[in-house]
């Protein structure tokens, strides 16, 4: 299987990937290249803003994955997001060594502070970049094993799931902010230095981190298209629209619905581990139910099931956040609950769906175009 | 008898005496009494003991809490003269040396240097002099409060003046609280008494007592004890009050869980009509609570002579408040998605977003302050070990007469009736007359209402803010989950049990621990009872 046939019939997603390229090209010329006073210069806060959309972006294809297309509304991803951020900061935290405010040569400053004598267990080996990357991956992927082994297997569905998924998450944010706990409590993981030798303030840093998320973006959209048009992919479809049915055509629902979720909750954890570096904190707050709510009415504003959709929804309502927060922050939480209300009454598709309707709206117009629809 | 008869027969003379008695009574404090004590204060610095202890005397005489105050100063050495006018003065240490106050009134005397004042001396003679004089005074006020605090104080005080001072008011004493005080106090003093048969009496009187006093006193008893059968007394008596601290910590515990249980209760249960009867999923529910809560508030602000009466007001206006903003959010968002239970989610998740912010721009992002009735305040003292908050008791008992009333809002009339029917068979309902619309409408203005009514009741429990809601929403889906779906009961059980487990695993988990645990519990319970404690059964279960 290629890119071409994975992409084949995908227009939205086609015409998605060649934006993300130009920008992914454009954005760091426009960065490195032209000069300051330039109209045209990319500040690089710009461009970490813009890597952080991207990171979300990914999250939000993770969560179309297994809403979109296998009916499962996860009210816990931001759960998987926030792990995989973890381990990176994790990573980062040991990177700062002993330039910390107290100087320690191994523990963070928040170990220290909390006079503890030596690294806990969890804490070994994170400060070796593949092996927290693949923590990222690993750790997120677990807690969605066992979670979705349990709940399918039981055949916990619909709402019933929805508020699960809201537990867990809520269940690790209550355990984050615990200082025993060892990931620095209230306060997170923060003020990192560097990440494999490179200053995380320098501009080339930026930009790499930023092309990071934008080629993680990509080839995560990829692997879900693959996923999407695959065998299971179209058995997750079935899943979704009717699952008593395909369970008696004789498919192991539990086991793709746990196929599926588990990558998506890794997938969600890369996005976590790329967004850490581009913001420079992950605190418990991360895990918090709305997040994940929020993240819901990104896809849900995008278009579900369309896997594009969700990336246009994400970089829009996260544009329209950093644009209402600086502007009117008293009128930020009333667009998005207006959002929220406005799409789920009157947008069922979404923004992808948007499309589409105006298309039909449009042929329903032209006599050649009600005639031809006539004739099937 | 006979006095009777006298005073019969010489109504008038008697009554005469009266008024002179009274008549002198009067004018003595105001004149020659008061001069002596203002010359008995400055005596009280007086070289000589002698001249002292007549001093005391006359402060002593009258019941003026503050002539208490004094002789306790006095008594602790804290009691000073100033140097200028010999006046007793209480000090306190300032830059420049002392801060006085007088010792009688409080009044402020100003900054002095060190030297210029002189601490008080006393001798042994004085010490029981005063113990005896305080004693008077406090045990005799007529306020039953300062009589216990006297109590409280002298417990276990063993001196002989002290000692036949309290036996003197336990013979007249009519406050029972102090009576028992007065009553242990005496036990603990003859705890240290020479004869071992009255201490072994003493030991057998004080087991299974509460107090902490004789705990500590039994505690003290064992380690010093010479004679062995005392000592094995005091053992099984210390054994015996063990065990009943113990059942009173547990009795204490389930009160608390209880009392969580009552607040987990009140807050799902308007969920279990809109959740479990009507399978909305209203995110909305924890701000219609928070409604509520600032509907006490506004209520407050807008009666504020009658605290007292507030709630009165607050319950059913919170009612109206949160059931009519439930209604016109079913009219405008949730009757086009009936059947879409995830879009309701997101829709009503919108809404509370909007509500929250309302509450921000149009009261204050900051918390407001919502204050208790005075009957809520103060705690029910079961024992002296045992003690239920006013305000936890009365929520939980709140909490019980709403769950009373919606189940017969729910089984005995004509609208519980129709929202059964709805619930069951849409179809059917409507072709037997039931006009579905106004019976969704009225539903889920109905579990709104008590989401309103919830929020009067955690108003006086919790912060009232615009976020308050996000704290109770998932809580109370775990509650109706947990409990099973359109099953009033199994949100009552289920609430009162993640109450009490909650607070059972507190003590040796922490709160935030405790909490997570009962998380992972629901968590993995209904993977083995997909359905909750008591699920739904027949066909319209199989969702």
Known sequence: MGVASVMRGDKGGQAMLAVLLVVAVVVPILNLVVPESSPWHVSTYTVTLLGKYLTYALLAVAVDLVWGYLGILSLGHAAFFGLGGYAMGMYLMRQIGDRGVYGHPVLPDFMVFLNWSELPWFWQGFDLFWFAALMAILVPGTLAFVFGYLAFRSRVTGVYLSIMTQALTYALMLAFFRNEMGFGGNNGLTDFKDILGFDLKSDATRIGLFLASAGALALGYLACRWIVTSRLGRVAVAIRDAEARTRFIGYRVDRVKLAIFTFSAMLAGVAGALYVPQVGIINPGEFSPLNSIELVIWVAIGGRATLYGAVIGAILVNYGKTYFTGAFPEAWLFALGALFVIVTLFLPKGIAGLVGMIRTWRRSRSPAGSAAEAAP | MSPTNQSRRFPSLAGLGLVYAFLILMVLPLGSMADEIDAALIDLSDRSFEVKQAAVDVIAVGDDPRAATLLEALLGGNLYARDSDRRPVLVAPAPGGYRLTDALDGSDLGEVERSDVKKITINNRMRNQLRTAIAALTLASPDPAIRLKAAQQMLGDANPIVVEAIREQLGREDDQRVRDYLDLSLTLASLRDEAPAARLAAVNALSGSLYPAARNALTKL?????????????EQALAAIEQKLKLNAAAETLFFGLSLGSVLVLAAIGLAITFGVMGVINMAHGELIMIGAYTTYLVQQAMPGFLDYSLFVAIPAAFVVAGLLGILIERTVIRFLYGRPLETLLATFGISLILQQLVRTTISAQNVAVQNPSWMSGALQINPALALTYNRLYILIFALMVFVALLLILKRTALGLQVRAVAQNRAMARSMGVRSARVDALTFGLGAGVAGVAGVALSQLTNVG??????????????????????????????????????LMEPWAGAVLAKILVLVFIILFIQKRPRGLFPQRGRAADG
């Open chain 2, 466 to 503: 615009p976020n308050m809601g996000q704290a109770y929403i998932i809580d109370s889906f775990m509650v109706v989950v947990f409990g099973g779906v359109g099953n009033l009961w199994g949100t009552l059980v289920a609430g009162l049990t993640l109450g009490v487990a909650n607070k």
């Open chain 2, 222 to 234: 064992l380690s010093d004890e010479p004679d062995p059968e005392v000592h094995a007394a005091a």
